[in-house]
Nanobody, 119 residues
Framework: QVQLVESGGGLVQAGGSLRLACVAS????????MGWYRQAPGKQRELVAQ???????NYADSVKGRFTISRDNAKNTVYLQMNSLKPEDTGVYSC?????????????WGQGTQVTVSS
């Protein structure tokens, strides 16, 4: 059974950095289009960054120039490098994407990891 598991969240001061990882576990053939989402308290979940195809990336305007999404296909892992963090970046960060396993293609969500940025 395929699972997406995030890690790397935590508490950081404004201006600091964190690197999130999302690992696909199971009998994985490939990870495909993947994205990172976040949900701040009292707000709707929003798309932060996505990586499509080989290396096409998109970012929310609020994180452009500060966040970088990348992937390591050999490790079935997608990363989100977050620099110059701001208090408004606080939220639960979840990964979502299409994974090809021995059972075929499916779209999955991780359980999320908390990021808290203090001012």
């Amino acid at each position: 059974q395929v699972q997406l598991v995030e890690s790397g969240g935590g508490l950081v001061q404004a201006g600091g950095s964190l690197r999130l990882a999302c690992v696909a576990s199971g009998i994985i053939i490939s990870i495909n289009d993947m994205g990172w989402y976040r949900q701040a308290p009292g707000k709707q979940r929003e798309l932060v960054a996505q990586i499509l195809g080989v290396d096409s990336t998109n970012y929310a305007d609020s994180v452009k120039g500060r966040f970088t999404i990348s992937r390591d296909n050999a490790k079935n892992t997608v990363y989100l490098q977050m620099n110059s963090l701001k208090p408004e970046d606080t939220g639960v960060y979840s990964c979502n994407g299409v994974v090809r396993s021995v059972d075929g293609y499916g779209k999955y969500w991780g359980q999320g990891t908390q990021v808290t940025v203090s001012s």
